[in-house]
């Protein structure tokens, strides 16, 4: 079996639950290896707060 990982990319925390559930449904819970989470935070012009809600699955496939 090979490594591999899969990047998830969202501004709401809320899709990126759900893609990530979606895919860990298809995959068993023995081949993943680790799962990484990170937020990041920027403005925008208007001081407007912009969330990116990122996760990577290391996973056997």
Do not use: P
């Amino acid at each position: 079996m090979a490594l591999k990982v899969k990047v998830f990319d969202e501004e709401h925390e809320e899709d990126l639950e759900h893609k990530m559930n979606r895919f860990l449904e298809q995959i068993g819970e023995g081949d993943i290896i680790d799962i990484k989470f990170q937020v990041g935070i920027s403005c925008d012009q208007e001081d407007d707060q912009i969330f990116c809600f990122s996760a990577m699955v290391i996973y056997r496939a």
